[in-house]
């Protein structure tokens, strides 16, 4: 069989780059740099089992070739984790970095439609209710001062400036509590000299309301006190009430609506579980865009339900407490960043970039994109004419990280499993495929003979 020039070429290419990467792999390991993704990973007592060094006194750790601990338990990682990390250079940078903790995005509530409205409605701007109706509620305007008949004359004491600062003042806080303390701090209990009351009257108490002008304490009316603040009766009764109750009548309580106690909280040992559990579970790398990338991965087969059952069978098997679905399901989401499906396509550089580009961006690489595809085109065209010529073509792939023994069931799924190398030459006019399959220590004899293999036939 007689393979093109440029066959071999890719192929010696392909030898010198992977024989470049092992020695970068093995002088970049550093024993006990953790990637973990929890990010409560640490020093924990298992409450489920543990790892072979605590069964067995002689046990050495060598977990290069494997991708999870053994099934004597469920693992801690702690130290495990820096295996996968020391693979090659590029993951040891990735270990110094911030990374991702959870695959899912996290909540933001301030940003909530209902919380947006409430904190619009604090602040005195229009805002839309959240209620059926979508009733637009209109922004806060100071209103008319009272009239001349005022007996405190209020509309003298203070001008137009005077009204608008302590508007802006009472509405800048944006804060519900705030405001209330506020209005506590303008508002004084009236003491009458002689007061008549009939039995059974219900006739609340009389306050007095004061303004801050030029550093002295100014009394208003009512009706002033409310129109320049642009408030109704409702939160000045609202702090009357909380003052009357409060023991020394100044601090009033804070709000006490949605609040309550009785939240029922999770053990921590059964978070401690559903963690161990999930990283017990073998992890598989990525096998494309490697240096980019910080999720795991997870064997196919199965999904976060069928993990759940299998953590909940061997919780009663150990006669422990387990957490439900909702709690693991959470954990698995937050504090890991897993996936049950490896990338299955390797995407150009240039062209993932270029689509993500502003329009400015795009204008001015528009012509080394087109270039780019001309290439593109040119390539295919020359694949063609290899393959109808009477050279034999074949293209190749080395899949860096191939978990033996493969299995759904539990005795394969959470066993210790080798990461092994996967070569696969594909002779694009016979179709015929070869596997060459070695590990990681066999890396360097087995690509010596693939190269010689694919450049003498």
Known sequence: MEYSSRTRKMAADALEMQKENLAICQIAEVPGTSNGLDSDSGPEEDPLGSNDSRADPDFSSNTSESSSDSNGGFAEETG?????????????????????TGRKRLRFPEKWRKNAAKALRNEGKEYVSVSKTRKLHPSRTILPPCGDKCKLQCSKKFTDENRKTLFSEYWGLGNLHRQRDFLATSMSLVQPKYQYKRDGSHRQQNNAFYFILNNQRTRVCKYFFKATLAINDRPVRTVAQKKALAPTGQIIEPDRRGKHRKHPKLDEGIKNSVRSHIR?????????????????????????????REYVMLCKEKKVASANYNMYFKIFNEKFNLSFFVPKKDQCDFCTAFEQMSAEEKASQYEKYNEHQKEKELSREEKEKDKNSDMHVAVYDLQATLPCPKGDTSSFYYISKLNVYNFTVFDLKKKDVDCYVGMKAMLIEVQTKLGHACSNT
């Open 280 to 308: 017990r579970i073998p992890k598989i790398e990525s096998h494309y865009a490697r240096s980019n990338t910080t999720k795991e991965f997870i064997e196919g087969g199965k999904s976060v339900a069928d993990l759940h």
């Open 80 to 100: 495990q984790s820096s295996h996968r990390c020391s693979n090659v250079a590029r993951k040891v940078v990735n270990c110094s970095q911030t990374t991702k």
